[in-house]
């Protein structure tokens, strides 16, 4: 029981510091993520096509 009184004021302390992002802040953090996800893509297309010319 103890357990769960720790976490929910760990919880209550971490949801009183949020704050919404402004709308910089969001822009950035979607650009970052955005180029993230096509460098992955862009490099797992390449494994694949490396792999279907040696199979």
Known sequence: MEN???FY???VRVW????KPSRKEFEM???VSAIGI?????IGFIIS???SFFH
């Open 29 to 31: 953090t979607a650009k």
């Open 38 to 42: 096509l460098i992955l893509g862009v």
């Open 49 to 51: 096509l490396i792999m």
């Open 4 to 6: 769960i009184k720790l």
């Open 16 to 19: 009183k510091t949020l704050k």
């Open 9 to 11: 004021h760990k919880c």
